[in-house]
């Protein structure tokens, strides 16, 4: 399973790259007329032209947004929803962009998030195989090695 995990993260680093590739190709020749007319002058203000990551509506990415509670069935679930709110980002990127050179690597990227998903869905599966099936949620598996199967709580 971590195998899974630390290709998918150095996989997702590339993501990034290929985004802020694009980014840097949209705008590298644009004009002052271009940023003004395109709404581009309130970024322009604080990053020129630099890679700065952000949501849509202008939230700077932060690390919060990484979630990760050591416990596998936790973070599993955790990283396919990521998955899933990533391709939907693209798919909705693809409908507003007609431009091939940059529909063509979001595309890519939109598949990439597909496999990410069903490699972390077999790793849960995986996890779940092991555990007892009467305590799935007693107790994190990762963790809690000497509590008995079955306990819900600490006495």
């Known amino acids: 399973m971590m195998h899974y995990v630390q ?3 150095t996989e997702e680093l590339a993501h990034m790259e290929i985004i802020s590739t ?3 190709q949209l705008t590298r020749n644009m004009s002052m007329d271009d940023i003004k007319k395109n709404g581009f002058d309130a970024y322009y203000v604080d990053h020129t ?3 700065y990551p952000a949501s849509a509506a202008g939230v700077p990415f932060d690390m919060k947004y990484i979630q990760s509670k050591g416990d596998p069935i936790t973070d599993l679930h955790e990283d396919m929803g990521a998955e899933q709110k990533a391709r939907t980002t693209y798919d909705n990127l693809l409908r507003l962009i007609d431009d091939p050179d940059v ?3 979001i595309k890519f990227l939109r598949q ?3 496999v990410h998903y069903q490699r972390f869905g077999e790793a849960l599966g995986r996890v779940l195989d092991t555990l007892d099936s009467r305590n799935y949620y ?3 598996p ?3 090695k000497s509590r008995a199967p079955g ?3 600490r006495r």
């Open 22 to 24: 694009i980014f840097t």
């Open 142 to 144: 990762a963790f809690d």
């Open 151 to 153: 306990c819900n709580a």
């Open 112 to 114: 990439r998030e597909v």
């Open 49 to 51: 032209a630099g890679v």
């Open 7 to 9: 290709q998918i993260g």
């Open 138 to 140: 007693g107790y994190n």
């Open 103 to 105: 529909c063509d690597p």
